[in-house]
C-alpha cells in the first residue's frame, strides 16, 4: 500500500520526558512537514523538510527537533523543553507538478502529557 | 501577513439538501493555492479539492465544488447532495509559496453535521 505512516497512534508521556513521534512514506515525495493540531484549531507547521538532510523551522518550531537522514523518514522528537505538548500531531508530504500542488496528510499521532 | 479564515464554527444540513462553507483569504502575493480538507472523527486530513489563483474556471470534484471569487478573495466550498458521512470539520487552507516552501495556512475549521 502506498502512503504515509505514523506510529504510534496513541503516545502518553510523563512531564519531563523526550518521545520520537514516527512518520515514514513510500510515496517518493521529496518534502515532508509536521503540523500541530489543538483541539478547536486548525493545523500550525512545526518543522519541514524539502530534502534529504534539510530542515526548516515552521511557525511552532520551540521545544521541538527533526532529522531527515532519509527520504523516506522525517522524525519528530518532542523535548521537555515543550512547554504544552498534549496535542494531536499530523505528519504529511507534498507532491507537485507544474501549477498542481498537493499535500498528503497520515492517521495523526496523539500526544498526551500525564 | 498571509490569512484564512472560517467565520462559521458549526453548520446543520439535511441530508440530499446542498450546503456552502465559508472561506475568505488575505494574501499579497499573486501565486497561491487553495484547498479544503475534510477531517472526520478519526482524525486523518482527507484531501478535497485544490484551487490554484490563476486557474480560470472554479474547481469541481464529484458533489464538491469551490467558488472563487478572486476580488472578494473568497474560496467557499459547496457540497451538493450532502450525505450522513459527509458529517466531520472542514478546513480551508491556503499554500504560501514563499521560498517554495509549500506551507499550508489553516483556518479553525467548520463542523459539518448532516441530519437525516
Known amino acids: 500500500d502506498g502512503g504515509i505512516t505514523q506510529s504510534p497512534k496513541y503516545l502518553f508521556r510523563k512531564e519531563g520526558q523526550n518521545v520520537t513521534l514516527s512518520c515514514e512514506q513510500n510515496?517518493?515525495?521529496?518534502?515532508m512537514y509536521w503540523y500541530r493540531q489543538d483541539p478547536g484549531q486548525g493545523l500550525r507547521l512545526i518543522y519541514y523538510s524539502q530534502i534529504v538532510n534539510d530542515f526548516q523551522k515552521g511557525d511552532i518550531a520551540e521545544g521541538y527537533s527533526v532529522s531527515r537522514e532519509k527520504k523516506e523518514s522525517f522524525p519528530l522528537t518532542v523535548t521537555s523543553a515543550q512547554k504544552n505538548p498534549t496535542a494531536f500531531y499530523l505528519c504529511?508530504?507534498?507532491?507537485?507538478?507544474?501549477?498542481?500542488?498537493?499535500?498528503?496528510f497520515g492517521p495523526g499521532t496523539r500526544l498526551t502529557v500525564l | 501577513a498571509q490569512k484564512i479564515t472560517q467565520t462559521q464554527p458549526g453548520m446543520f444540513v439535511q441530508e440530499k439538501e446542498a450546503v456552502t462553507l465559508d472561506c475568505t483569504y488575505d494574501?499579497?502575493?499573486?501565486?497561491?493555492?487553495l484547498f479544503w480538507y475534510k477531517q472526520p472523527s478519526s482524525g486523518e486530513m482527507i484531501f478535497l479539492i485544490y484551487?490554484?489563483?490563476?486557474?480560470?474556471q472554479n474547481a469541481t470534484e464529484g458533489r464538491y465544488s469551490l467558488n472563487f471569487q478572486k476580488a472578494r478573495k473568497s474560496a467557499n466550498l459547496v457540497i451538493s447532495a450532502s450525505q450522513l458521512g459527509d458529517s466531520a470539520m472542514y478546513f480551508c487552507?491556503?499554500?504560501?509559496?514563499?521560498?517554495?516552501?509549500?506551507?499550508?495556512?489553516f483556518g479553525t475549521g467548520t463542523r459539518l453535521q448532516v441530519f437525516p
Open positions: 487552507a491556503m499554500r504560501e509559496p514563499m521560498y517554495n516552501t509549500d506551507k499550508l495556512i
Open positions: 504529511a508530504t507534498r507532491y507537485r507538478e507544474g501549477n498542481y500542488n498537493e499535500q498528503f
Open positions: 484551487q490554484g489563483s490563476y486557474d480560470q
Open positions: 510515496l517518493n515525495h521529496d518534502a
Open positions: 494574501t499579497s502575493d499573486p501565486s497561491y493555492g
